[in-house]
T-cell receptor
Framework: LAKTTQPISMDSYEGQEVNITCSHN???????ITWYQQFPSQGPRFIIQ???TKVTNEVASLFIPADRKSSTLSLPRVSLSDTAVYYC?????????????FGGGTRVLVKP | GAVVSQHPSWVICKSGTSVKIECRSL??????MFWYRQFPKQSLMLMAT?????????EQGVEKDKFLINHASLTLSTLTVTSAHPEDSSFYIC??????????????FGPGTRLTVT
């Protein structure tokens, strides 16, 4: 399983863009990159997933360079409610029994 | 769609008793479910992988006789913490995989169960 490395924490202010970079040097060919958000005492919530280049949905963008050894989650114009822990995971989601290994995550604090 | 529930959401039990936690996929059939444990300010740690109709696969260091997992149907998996002790107090989270088409699966997480052993 590919290991991921993320910053432990990041502070931001309301309305700013937050970019969290995750390193996954050992990512395998079949691995996808998935980001989850977790609030205290709740289960993780899926944010976005990608394989290469750029993926955008209604809440975030995911940038993946050609070598796929890293990825950057971009949260546009954050609000106080975006304060949470964000996890980057890599795994082969073509296998039903695919295990996800959670790294330390990045604790994002959005300040007013 | 793809909702996973857990019951109870929180439980307090006395040391030495057993506690059962249920994980249900409400609107899809989950061939595989996973159980995680999370201590305060720490990341999720995978405990075991549960496949419907077969024995669970436990991660290294997880006692299978202490954490009994049953996956009797495609929508229900249970985790029983036997002879619970205060050090078992934690946040237990389950997830279930759902076929998304195009040969890919997605993993959906339950809301978690807070276990406190006194």
């Amino acid at each position: 399983l590919a290991k991921t490395t993320q910053p432990i924490s990041m502070d931001s202010y309301e309305g700013q863009e937050v970019n969290i970079t995750c390193s996954h040097n050992n990512i395998a060919t079949n691995d996808y990159i998935t980001w989850y958000q977790q609030f205290p005492s709740q289960g993780p919530r899926f944010i976005i997933q990608g394989y290469k280049t750029k993926v955008t949905n209604e809440v975030a963008s995911l940038f993946i360079p050609a070598d796929r050894k890293s990825s950057t989650l971009s949260l546009p114009r954050v609000s106080l409610s975006d304060t949470a822990v964000y996890y980057c995971l890599v795994g082969d989601n073509k296998a039903a029994g695919n295990k996800l290994t959670f790294g330390g995550g990045t604790r994002v604090l959005v300040k007013p | 769609g793809a909702v996973v529930s857990q019951h109870p959401s929180w439980v307090i039990c006395k040391s030495g008793t057993s506690v059962k936690i249920e994980c249900r996929s409400l609107d899809f059939q989950a061939t595989t479910m996973f159980w995680y444990r999370q201590f305060p300010k720490q990341s999720l740690m995978l405990m075991a992988t549960s496949n419907e109709g077969s024995k669970a696969t436990y991660e290294q260091g997880v006692e299978k006789d202490k954490f009994l997992i049953n996956h009797a149907s495609l929508t229900l998996s249970t985790l029983t913490v036997t002879s619970a002790h205060p050090e078992d107090s934690s946040f237990y989270i389950c997830s279930a995989t759902n076929w998304q088409g195009a040969m890919s699966y997605e993993q959906y997480f339950g809301p978690g169960t807070r276990l406190t052993v006194t």
